[in-house]
Each structure stands twice: as structure tokens, then as C-alpha cells.
């Protein structure tokens, strides 16, 4: 079954950094687009970024362009998103997701699969 497992989710201090990762298992990784999607209390789900099969092709979101990198790593089926100069705005619950059809990315993204996600929390 597939599975989608975040870790690296922590508390930070704004203009901090944090490195999430998720491992996926249960469906061929290098064939998906995968997604990163959070929300903060209160609020509707965010889409954060995406990323093609290769890695080629990136979207984000307006609030994250230029501060969050996505990347992936076939081999280790494992989906990274590298967050930089974090604010209280970035606070929010993060979810790695699986696009639903394969060899396709759209943005903003659909999704079949997300993980249980991890807790980002930015504070002073």
C-alpha cells in the first residue's frame, strides 16, 4: 500500500531553516509527481510545491517562492523540501503528496496519497 512518511518538521525561530523529508514506499516514486501541501490552523489547504518525475520541473507557491527549494531522490524515494528564512506565516502542518496519474505534474497539483505530516512551528 502506498505509504507517505514526513519527518523534520520542528520548532525554529524566524529566518531559520528547516530541511523536511518523506519516504515514500508502496508505488513506484520515480514515476509520480509528488507535492508538498500545508495547513495552518484555521486555514485551508495550502499548495506549497511540486515537482515532476525528474526533477526537472518546479512550481511553488507564491508565500515560499524564493525561500523553499523542492527536490527528490529517485533512488532513495524520498521527497525534500528545504525551507529558508522561515516566518510565523510558515507555521502550519506539512504534507508530502503523490499526484495521481503517473508521468504528470499539474499546478497547482491533484493528489491521490498524502502522509500524516509533521509540524512546522515558527516562533520567537
Known amino acids: 500500500q502506498v505509504q507517505l512518511v514526513e519527518s523534520g518538521g520542528d520548532f525554529v525561530q524566524p529566518g531559520g531553516s528547516l530541511r523536511l523529508s518523506c519516504a515514500a514506499s508502496?508505488?513506484?516514486?520515480?514515476?509520480?509527481?509528488m507535492y508538498w501541501i500545508r495547513q495552518a490552523p484555521g486555514k485551508a489547504l495550502e499548495w506549497v510545491s511540486a515537482?515532476?518525475?525528474?526533477?526537472?520541473?518546479?512550481y511553488y507557491g507564491d508565500s515560499v517562492k524564493g525561500r523553499f527549494t523542492i527536490s527528490r531522490d529517485n533512488a532513495r524515494k524520498t521527497l525534500i523540501l528545504e525551507m529558508n528564512h522561515l516566518t510565523s506565516e510558515d507555521t502550519a502542518i506539512y504534507y508530502c503528496?503523490?499526484?495521481?496519474?503517473?508521468?504528470?505534474?499539474?499546478?497547482?497539483?491533484?493528489?491521490?496519497?498524502r502522509g500524516q505530516g509533521t509540524q512546522v512551528t515558527v516562533s520567537s
Open positions: 508502496g508505488f513506484p516514486f520515480s514515476k509520480y509527481a
Open positions: 503528496a503523490k499526484h495521481d496519474t503517473m508521468y504528470h505534474v499539474m499546478w497547482p497539483g491533484r493528489y491521490d496519497y
Open positions: 515537482i515532476n518525475t525528474g526533477g526537472a520541473v518546479t
